[in-house]
């Protein structure tokens, strides 16, 4: 490309983002002059540009634009009409500057439209203008710019401003400025700005308010701007000498020559290190400490304001104000925090995505505030800041504040947590699930809930620069997310270990603590089957050995019991990472991976270390998703259900024989392991005080031995706050299996045998041992309905018609069971009613999606509540099971996710009877 | 040396010939940076088969690739300590891993010959020709097409 032509588009793409912001600000303070001035000298330098380049559209389009900009300095009043107008020229310059940085040509077309409509306003305005000037004129402001800036008299000695400055004593004010792009043109910035208003300020003085005092003022204005533009041209020469454009990828390649420096110096410094009284010691201090100044001096290079990452939003915040027809202010504080380059370009779009979410979900409309008592404007606050090695930044708004209960009921149904471990939660804790992923992508959120379109999205990226984000909101008063970002990307500090003899480093931002296991202490690698687990502080964390995970274990035995465990933690995942040692912890430069090896999920770099070896750098992201399909884990096993449409995840236990039993995992809560010691016998009952109650324990089978002492393996079930246990023998495996009931059961508490990994097994019927936990287990739920409701279950599998009947009658449901859509067809037909239909989804022949259209034509069962009931719960199908019709869709085995539908589709009808 | 050499210079390519299993190989020498000997190779787990590890070569990461696998040569056996050929591919830094290194030579591009149609397909893949030489013959190494094992690597 020309080298002409590429100077006119960064300095063009500039100046354009300088004007957007310029403009938001133009609009709220129109009688500004500098402001105008700014933005008309910027226009104007771009048209000049395009005529020399010959570039007619850019030319046509900047010169209009520029016409009304000098209606504007003439006096004619600024409406918001006319703002938009040119904020929507500046958006076509901007896609005919894409175009031509793509084709290095100007595009072809032509811009009437927007040339009239600005043509339009100059003359039409042009009339009006003469009746409403005198109106706007005397609000010239008194407000004099930051004197933390200004305070560099020096560069500007000038009497005149000195003068203005001891003139204008009053009370200062701290006005967020625009951020530009350096150091010294803020200085010389916020110098001209004082100046200007000073002048208008004494302008003002100067002349007894009074009919014609108005025009006079404007007039004086006018003239100091003029006078400071001249002046200004001055300073900018000044600012062109302090400052150079320096191509990115030298700086880059100066990074990295400076790292290389740095590990050779670390070479070097090993060496002399052996040999006692060298006479290298003296000028390599020298060395090392020059090259890390040197480091240091290079890394500001990299660094940038926030404030350039922020330029965007006042536009974007305006647009959606206009949109949306809300009163909104967005404050910036703290522009001038300095961060990585890399940093701020990663973390542009979640903040843009996060204001955005403020403006539209977290403000209420104007007219809801004024009837909160709040004041009609609402306020987006954007600040940042260091803290110790990280930047803050905090988006704060005044708006209504995260509503609670709808995410707790959310949380629950999409199965992310049970009811019962919800109820035991703070309101904070909560509140986070807005991050969980998948969570605002079902349907109900994104209509229903406050914020939390794709918070998860946010959260990913911000972990993926090792950041975090967390939240406070209170209801009515706001919310406010605070982001913590490391400074650079560039040097991260890592813990060094190893796996097979190789050593691998794994940032320590992602490291919680470190475990040591070994066979006879408290923290021991227990195994579920294959899957290695860590009970840590009642928690069960699952492990994976980096060894196999790299496929690095060469056959070697794994040593089952010992190990160090690296605890991680991605997001609200943690989990062990076991490796054979552990060095120490070092600063190292990341270097990107070749190309040939970036498909490797499991890094995400390298880096030579102090003894000059190259390294593979983990990445922590990659490990999780690695994890993730074996976990423990009620996540995993719901994700599974995301995964997989047919396969379920089952426990597989042995309990009072030796044929194994089988129970679908989603409806474990837990599995615990208690000691035989600790367990009661009470009124006949085996007993055991867990977490503070006292928790029932039920055996599976007569045959089932309680133990008195050693480990007594337990699957805990929870409810609403309540729990009970089954005992088991052994815990054996958790399977990933399609689930075919083949020999139905007529023995109570088992539904039937299935072959789980080619073996007869029983699948138990949870179900069935809950009451004799618990006698009221069910009918507390049942006492919350007054009226017995009708069901109609259609299923075409006898395992669900079996597992769900009980269940649904135990919850106060009448239920009747059938085998396909045609049943449930010709039942209704002839003239059965329910009150609500639960239906599966795959079905052969008629499928759950045709059974709900079939519903829907027929006018006597259009009416009728349907619930779509299935493992295949991805958003498309929500997103197409609404389109047919379904009220709700509960995934399968979501137990108080249906009784939870079921009640609100119930209830709702209660409201419209 | 008894090449014919034209007077042509423009013709007229430089080789540093190297040798993989049995077989000569020139790799044109704009192409080649150095030539080293590969000191503590880091292995990559989980990576292609082809790609031997990475080292640290005077700062730079260099991803070394190994020829003999490359070319589905069998893995060599001898115990000598193999060479590596230092190339840039697309701004990246990369060792080949061969044999051993012979010498340069300076071959017209006018007795260059194509690839024999009965060419061993993992060959005939990353050979740009063939040069008879006195007494053996000169398979032409394509850089480009050695490190280009993006999809090949994927059907594997």
């Known amino acids: ?913 | 040396m008894t090449m014919t050499t034209d007077n042509l210079d423009q013709n007229v390519i430089e080789y540093v010939t190297v040798l993989i299993g049995e077989q000569l190989f020139g790799l044109p020498i704009s192409r080649v940076q150095d030539v080293f000997m590969p000191d503590r190779l880091t292995r990559v787990p989980l990576s292609a088969p082809e790609i031997a590890g990475v080292l640290n070569l005077r700062g730079r990461i260099v991803t070394a690739v190994d020829m003999r696998c490359r070319l589905g040569l069998p893995k060599r056996d001898d115990g000598r300590p193999a060479m590596a050929v230092g190339i840039e591919f697309k701004g990246e830094s990369y060792g080949l891993l061969i044999d051993s290194v012979g010498e340069v030579m300076k071959l017209s591009d006018n007795t260059r010959e194509p690839n024999p149609v009965n060419l061993d397909q993992r060959l005939a893949r990353v050979s740009g020709g063939v040069h008879r030489l006195e007494g053996q013959l000169m398979v032409i190494l394509d850089v480009d097409r050695v490190l280009d094992m993006g999809h090949e690597a994927m059907a594997a």
């Open chain 1, 1 to 913: 490309m020309d080298d002409l032509l590429r100077e006119f588009l960064t300095e063009t793409n500039e100046s354009l983002d300088t004007v957007d912001v310029e403009l938001v600000r133009f609009e709220q303070d129109p009688n500004n002059a500098k402001i105008l001035d700014n933005i008309f000298r910027l226009v104007h330098t771009i048209k000049g540009t395009c005529g020399f380049l010959g570039l007619p559209r850019l030319e046509a389009l900047a010169h209009a634009a520029e016409t009304l900009m000098g209606k504007f300095r003439d006096g004619l009043p600024v409406t918001g009409e006319a703002v938009t107008i040119i904020l929507s020229t500046i958006d076509r310059i901007k896609e005919i500057l894409d175009e031509l940085e793509r084709k290095e040509e100007e595009p072809t077309g032509a811009d009437r439209d927007l040339i009239e409509e600005l043509e339009r306003m100059v003359t039409e305005n042009g009339i009006s203008s003469k009746t409403a000037a005198p109106a706007a004129a005397p609000e010239a402001p008194v407000v004099v710019a930051t004197p933390a800036r200004a305070v560099r008299i020096g560069e500007v000695s000038e009497d005149e401003l000195e003068r203005a400055f001891r003139e204008t004593v009053c009370e200062v004010e701290v006005p967020a400025p625009a951020p530009v792009q350096s150091e010294a043109a803020k200085a010389a910035d916020a110098a001209i700005n004082a100046k200007a208003e000073a002048l208008s300020a004494k302008a003002k003085a100067d002349v007894e308010a009074g009919p014609s005092a108005a025009s006079k003022a404007r007039a004086n204005a006018k003239a100091a701007a003029e006078r400071s533009s001249s002046d200004e041209d001055r300073v900018d020469l000044k600012v062109a000498n302090q400052s150079i454009r320096v191509n990115v990828d030298t700086l880059e390649q100066l990074m990295t020559m400076v790292s290389e420096l740095v590990l050779t110096r670390n070479q070097l410094l090993e060496i002399v290190r052996r040999h006692e009284d060298s006479e290298f010691k003296a000028p390599l201090q020298r060395l090392s400490s020059v090259t890390a100044e040197l480091q240091e001096g290079v890394m500001k290079t990299r660094m940038q304001p926030i404030g350039n990452a922020w330029q965007k939003l006042p536009r974007v915040v305006r647009d959606l104000a206009t949109e949306l027809d809300k009163d909104i202010e967005l404050e910036m504080h703290g522009a001038d925090t300095e961060l990585d380059r890399q940093v701020l370009d990663l973390i542009k779009d979640p903040l843009t995505h996060m204001v955005r979410n403020s403006a539209d979900h977290g403000l209420e409309t104007t007219a809801e505030r004024r009837l909160a008592g709040k004041p009609e404007k609402g306020t987006i606050r954007l600040s940042a800041y260091h803290q110790g090695g990280h930047i803050i930044i905090e988006i704060a708004d005044d708006g209504r504040g995260l509503n609670t209960d709808r995410i707790k009921a959310k949380a629950v149904s999409s199965g992310i947590v049970s009811e019962a471990e919800i109820e035991k939660m703070s309101e904070a804790k909560i509140h986070k699930f807005i991050f969980a992923p998948g969570f605002s992508t079902a349907a109900k959120v994104t209509s229903v809930s406050g914020r939390g379109v794709g918070m998860d999205v946010v959260r990913t990226n911000i972990d993926q620069i090792g950041g975090t984000i967390d939240l406070k909101s209170a209801v009515g008063e706001g919310s406010s997310f605070i982001i913590k970002i490391p400074l650079t990307l560039a040097i991260v500090s890592a813990l060094i270990v190893e796996a097979a003899g190789d050593r691998f480093a794994i940032p320590q931002l992602a490291v919680v603590e470190l475990v040591r296991a070994r066979s006879n202490s408290e923290h021991r690698i227990e195994r579920i089957k294959d899957t290695p687990v860590l009970r840590l502080r009642n928690k069960l964390l699952p492990l994976i050995h980096l060894k196999t995970l790299l496929q690095i274990d060469a056959g070697a035995e794994i040593d089952p019991e010992n190990g160090f465990i690296v605890v991680t933690q991605v997001g609200n995942q943690t989990f062990g990472i076991v490796v054979d040692g552990v060095f120490h912890t070092e600063e190292i430069v990341v270097k990107p991976m070749a190309t040939k090896l970036r498909h490797i999920a499991m890094f995400s770099g390298n880096t030579i270390l102090g003894d000059g070896s190259v390294i593979m750098i983990i990445d922590p992201n990659g490990i999780a998703q690695g994890v993730g399909t074996t976990a423990v884990h009620q996540d995993a096993a719901s994700e599974a259900h995301h995964h997989d449409e047919q396969k379920m995840s089952l426990l597989v236990f042995r309990a009072g024989s030796a044929q194994p039993k089988a129970v679908p995992l989603s409806l474990v809560t837990r599995l615990e392991e208690i000691d035989g010691k600790k367990i009661e016998l009470s009124n006949g009952r085996h007993l055991v005080q867990y977490r503070g109650q006292l928790m029932p324990l039920v055996r599976v089978d007569d045959e089932v031995k309680i133990r008195s002492e050693g480990a007594q393996p337990l699957l805990v079930f929870s409810d609403a706050g309540r729990s009970m246990a089954l005992v088991v023998d052994e815990i054996i495996d958790i399977v990933e299996e399609r689930l075919e009931i083949q020999v139905v059961s007529d023995r109570p508490g088992v539904l039937g045998s299935a072959v789980i990994k080619g073996q007869a097994t029983e699948v138990i019927d949870v179900g069935h041992f809950l009451p004799l936990a618990f006698e009221d287990w069910f009918r507390r739920k049942e006492a919350q309905i007054a009226k017995t409701r009708t069901v109609l279950l259609v299923d075409d599998s006898p395992f669900f018609r079996n597992m769900l009947t009980p269940v649904l009658k135990a919850a106060g449901y009448q239920v009747t069971a059938v085998g396909s859509g045609q049943e449930a067809l010709a039942m209704m037909k002839a003239g059965e009613t329910f009150d609500v239909i639960l239906t599966d989804i795959e079905m052969p022949e008629m499928n759950g999606f045709e059974f709900a259209q079939a519903l829907r034509a027929d006018p006597r069962t259009s009416d009728m509540a349907v619930i779509a009931l299935s493992s295949m719960v991805s958003p498309e199908a929500i997103e197409r099971g609404r389109e047919v019709g379904f009220h709700d869709y509960v995934a399968k085995f979501d137990r108080p996710g249906l009784i939870a539908a079921l009640k609100e589709q119930t209830s709702d009808m209660n409201q419209a009877a």
